[in-house]
Nanobody
């Protein structure tokens, strides 16, 4: 019964920045492994970034390494994705993801999904 709600998407020019937020609600929500995935038309939902329960372990996809940073504020039950130096190929629907048992490195690790938020990067 965990709910994840994304916000912060929008339209930005190439080279710009956005910060996505994912607010989690539910019992012991701070104990969930969290992450971000994205989907573009005609492709599968791809891994973007993940963070452990404590925030001490993070992973980012090679395609966004050095540009995107994941973080969390467990006191606020919120996970963030700071996206800098955005490229047109970053255009996608971004989904927040959570798991009670494992880092969310692939779609099969995910127990809970957010509704998605659109990010569009213009050239």
């Amino acid at each position: 019964q965990v709910q994840l709600v994304e916000s912060g998407g929008g339209l930005v020019q190439a080279g710009g920045s956005l910060r996505l937020s994912c607010a989690a609600s539910g019992r012991t929500s701070s104990r969930y492994h969290m992450g971000w995935f994205r989907r573009v038309p005609g492709k599968e939902r791809d891994f973007v970034s993940a963070i452990s329960r404590s925030g001490g372990t993070t992973y980012v996809a090679d395609s966004v390494k050095g540009r995107f940073t994941i973080s969390r504020d467990n006191a606020k039950n919120t996970v963030y994705l700071q996206m800098n130096s955005l490229l047109p190929e970053d255009t996608a629907v971004y989904y927040c993801a959570g798991s009670t048992t494992a880092l969310v490195r692939g779609v099969h690790d995910v127990e809970y999904w957010g509704q998605g938020t659109q990010v569009t990067v213009s050239s």
